[in-house]
């Protein structure tokens, strides 16, 4: 089996196992769940965000004060 054949058979097993779930109604729920754990990470990702530029500004201050 050559890197075509492998590809090949991944999408094909891939192709399969998405139809079945789409099928069984469980993709919509996997889809459901995926979009809400990524709003949850951008979520998270913001507050990371505002921590490091509220850091920032305190160590422009501490600077300063120097």
Request: charged share 30%; proline share 0%; net charge positive.
């Amino acid at each position: 089996m050559d890197v075509q054949d492998a590809v090949t058979a991944a999408a094909a097993f891939v192709g399969g196992y998405l139809g079945q779930r789409h099928a069984t109604g469980e993709l919509a729920e996997d889809v459901k769940h995926l979009k809400a754990r990524v709003a949850a990470l951008e979520t998270r990702s913001r507050r990371l965000w505002a921590v490091v530029a509220d850091l920032g500004r305190r160590v422009r201050r501490v600077e300063a004060g120097r």
